[in-house]
């Protein structure tokens, strides 16, 4: 414990139980002559940052001192992250452990296909909780691998393959964006009939999972991961209302609060020249040629997490190096060096 934290137990100590404060001192470990020294007022710039701190630890128990030291940032509050990390100790706040995930690729590794621009490749997976009643809640996430966007968080009690595809035309009537591939795993309502005629209708090609390898669908499963580590597992559900009501509030944090605590910018504020073009299927109607997904370009020296996929695009279409000698000119070979 810190010394304010021990000068406040040794004086509770004297309260309660009417002790000296020489032995109250010994108890705790606290020295005397730290006991009678005065502590250092605290100034009210620092009060309100504690009093965030503690507020952001309450709303959200499983993040830790960096999370609150983004938002605190973001509201002028607090510049220094060395101050949040000291002040989120003294406060006694809880600070979960980082865990790393190991990579595992399986024999269908080759067949992956990593997404190169935005709307190139959706994920959905469906993920399972309880009501107090022990009846099951259906959790139906669809990310963008790209832009790792939540474009929906729908709960069911039982998903059917045509309410699944019910969700799809929704978010592309409401987004008026359309996704050329849809990763999947092998589940009953991705390989119903209804669910291929829907891909084959729209125009948008399913990418299925090989049985049992839930890491070839990574970036929807590390979704999962944090909307049950951040919701599922710190809230309790006593009916479907109540479920739709902290889906719907759970998808606005994942949605619009976790890309700006990064530093990124919005995932419907992407460049559109981030964007390569798109060659136009005449079976998508809801595409038409010529038209992108409706972002605009942000000033170019703002960083963004997609800059180091594209420079890689752009790499491998253009000549490693320019020719610098003339014809006939003998060329020197620098390796040798």
């Avoid at 695009?313 to 320019?322: F, G, H, K, V, W």
């Amino acid at each position: 414990m810190s010394p304010d934290r021990r000068r406040r137990a040794v004086q509770v100590l004297g309260e309660r139980f009417g002790c000296s404060q020489r032995r109250a001192c010994r108890v705790v470990g606290q020295s005397r002559s730290s006991q009678r020294r005065p502590p250092v007022p605290v100034v009210e710039v620092e009060r309100v940052l504690r009093a965030r701190l503690r507020q952001i630890s309450a709303e959200h128990p499983r993040w830790g001192w960096r999370k609150a030291h983004a938002i605190a940032r973001n509201e002028g509050l607090v510049t220094n992250r060395k101050r949040t990390h000291r002040l989120w100790r003294d406060e006694g706040l809880k600070r979960p452990a980082r865990t790393r995930k190991k990579r595992r690729l399986g024999e269908g590794r080759n067949q992956r296909m990593r997404a190169q621009c935005p709307d190139h490749m959706w994920a959905l997976d469906f993920q399972t909780d309880l009501t107090v009643d022990g009846r099951q809640v259906r959790f139906l996430n669809i990310i963008d691998e790209y832009t790792r966007e939540a474009l929906a968080t729908r709960p069911f009690r039982s998903c059917t393959a045509d309410q699944l595809c019910t969700v799809l035309d929704d978010i592309i009537a409401t987004t008026g964006r359309t996704p050329t591939h849809i990763r999947m795993d092998n589940g009953t309502e991705m390989t119903a009939h209804a669910m291929g005629d829907w891909c084959r209708f729209t125009g948008v090609d399913p990418s299925f999972i090989d049985p049992a390898s839930p890491w070839q669908n990574g970036t929807c499963e590390s979704f999962n991961g944090r909307f049950r580590d951040e919701f599922l597992t710190t809230e309790q559900f006593g009916s479907m209302l109540e479920v739709q009501v902290g889906g719907r509030l759970a998808h606005r944090v994942q949605h619009l609060q976790a890309p700006r605590l990064a530093g990124l910018p919005h995932p419907r504020g992407l460049p559109a020249a981030m964007d390569p073009p798109r060659e136009h299927d005449p079976t998508n109607a809801l595409i038409s040629p010529g038209t992108t997904t409706g972002v605009q370009s942000p000033p170019r020296s703002r960083s963004l997490r997609c800059a180091p996929r594209t420079v890689k695009a752009i790499s491998s279409c253009s000549p490693t190096r320019p020719a610098r000698h003339a014809a006939g000119s003998p060329i020197k070979d620098h390796r040798s060096r």
